[in-house]
């Protein structure tokens, strides 16, 4: 029973197709764990044989094999497929040079004792799907000047909610490890929020971490009591002062959300930035009511007026465009 059952797995990885199905799951998250390098100036990730052999044999625990995938039953079969591996070009053997610098090897055959590198880079289905949308995400927002109106509020509206929450959070997070810290302990909500080395996913674990302060805080932590206690006697003696403290934030909030944090004037200069700077109809008649020479006006015709005036007119609008050039 068991030879015909290895008789079935090796001719199962007989076919390159399946020997891709097997590199898909070996570079997953289920698949044996590996180590970052650098070899012809380019990262790559490796393994020793042994270790991919002993996984191929015996999973680590709670490792979900594949239900399309027949499991190896003797260290033969295994060394059989990674040696396919290593001829078929999924993985090449390699050597250290020195500390995470790796040179590729003579040797090509496949060994327990040899250090391999995957060449295989695993299913980029998933990678392409990310690309796309970034591009189309990319294209998408260079695009804002032709969105509709709608789009555009909604995109404000979520831009100034995710700052609010962000603040907030932070503000939460500081008060609370304040108030735990003066009693002589650290506790941290998200402790590695914002810790760039992680992932994304890594970033919100643990939930808190919670340990007893080193000592030689003792004088920090009673000096942060008092600052804390005197600001709430103040709150409470002074509510005229804090209410107003309070209204004004509610009031940038508001402002915040409703686009008007800049002044009308200051907006409409920002509306009107690309318009000539022409003076209106009615400011020249009254420059022109206001002239210097009121009785060399007063001389002249209605019709002589009429085209005194459009000739100051051509003159402006000509000094208008000599600046613009």
Same mark, same amino acid.
């Given at each position: 029973m068991a030879s015909a059952e290895s008789e079935q797995s090796g001719s199962f990885y007989d076919e390159v197709e399946n020997l891709k199905?097997?590199? @898909?799951?070996?570079? !997953? &998250?289920?698949?044996?764990?590996?180590?970052?390098?650098?070899?012809?100036?380019?990262?790559? =990730? =490796?393994?020793?044989?042994? #270790?991919?052999?002993?996984?191929?044999? &015996?999973?680590?625990k709670g490792t979900k094999w594949p239900k399309n995938l027949p499991k190896f039953k003797t260290r033969q079969e295994a060394i059989a497929v990674c040696k396919s591996l290593? #001829?078929?070009?999924?993985?090449?053997? !390699?050597?250290?040079?020195?500390?995470?610098?790796?040179? +590729?090897s003579r040797e090509r055959d496949f060994d327990e004792s040899g250090i391999f590198t995957w060449i295989y880079e695993g299913d980029k289905s998933f990678s392409h799907m990310m690309t796309t949308v970034l591009i189309i995400g990319f294209l998408f927002c260079v695009c804002f000047p032709i969105w509709p109106n709608f789009?555009?509020? *909604? %995109?404000? =509206?979520?831009?100034?909610?995710f700052l609010i929450f962000i603040f907030f959070l932070i503000t939460f997070r500081g008060l609370l490890f304040l108030f735990v810290w003066v009693l002589?302990?650290?506790?941290?909500? /998200?402790?590695?929020?914002?810790d760039e080395s992680l992932g994304f996913v890594d970033s919100f674990k643990p939930v *808190? !971490? *919670?340990?007893? &302060? #080193?000592?030689?805080?003792?004088? =920090?932590?009673?000096?942060? %009591?008092v600052a804390f206690f005197g600001f709430c006697w103040w709150a409470v003696t002074q509510p005229s002062e804090f209410d107003g403290y309070v209204? %004004?934030?509610?009031? *940038? +909030?508001?402002?915040l959300y409703a686009g008007t944090l800049l002044s009308d004037i200051s907006q409409a200069d920002k509306e009107n930035i690309d318009k000539p700077k022409m003076e209106s109809l009615?400011? /020249?008649?009254? @420059? /022109?009511?206001?002239?210097?020479?009121p009785e060399e006006?007063?001389?002249?015709?209605?019709?002589?007026r009429l085209d005194k005036m459009m000739e100051d007119l051509v003159d402006e609008e000509e000094y208008i465009t000599s600046d613009e050039e």
């Amino acid at each position: 029973m068991a030879s015909a059952e290895s008789e079935q797995s090796g001719s199962f990885y007989d076919e390159v197709e399946n020997l891709k199905i097997l590199c @898909n799951f070996l570079r !997953s &998250t289920e698949g044996p764990p590996v180590r970052e390098a650098v070899e012809m100036d380019k990262r790559v =990730y =490796y393994l020793k044989g042994e #270790k991919l052999v002993n996984f191929l044999v &015996t999973p680590k625990k709670g490792t979900k094999w594949p239900k399309n995938l027949p499991k190896f039953k003797t260290r033969q079969e295994a060394i059989a497929v990674c040696k396919s591996l290593c #001829k078929l070009q999924f993985m090449h053997r !390699s050597e250290k040079r020195g500390k995470g610098d790796l040179v +590729i090897s003579r040797e090509r055959d496949f060994d327990e004792s040899g250090i391999f590198t995957w060449i295989y880079e695993g299913d980029k289905s998933f990678s392409h799907m990310m690309t796309t949308v970034l591009i189309i995400g990319f294209l998408f927002c260079v695009c804002f000047p032709i969105w509709p109106n709608f789009l555009k509020v *909604f %995109a404000w =509206y979520m831009s100034v909610s995710f700052l609010i929450f962000i603040f907030f959070l932070i503000t939460f997070r500081g008060l609370l490890f304040l108030f735990v810290w003066v009693l002589g302990y650290d506790f941290w909500f /998200l402790p590695n929020l914002f810790d760039e080395s992680l992932g994304f996913v890594d970033s919100f674990k643990p939930v *808190f !971490s *919670f340990e007893k &302060t #080193k000592d030689g805080q003792l004088m =920090y932590r009673v000096g942060s %009591a008092v600052a804390f206690f005197g600001f709430c006697w103040w709150a409470v003696t002074q509510p005229s002062e804090f209410d107003g403290y309070v209204k %004004a934030q509610g009031d *940038f +909030i508001k402002d915040l959300y409703a686009g008007t944090l800049l002044s009308d004037i200051s907006q409409a200069d920002k509306e009107n930035i690309d318009k000539p700077k022409m003076e209106s109809l009615e400011d /020249l008649l009254k @420059n /022109l009511d206001s002239s210097d020479d009121p009785e060399e006006e007063d001389e002249l015709s209605e019709e002589e007026r009429l085209d005194k005036m459009m000739e100051d007119l051509v003159d402006e609008e000509e000094y208008i465009t000599s600046d613009e050039e």
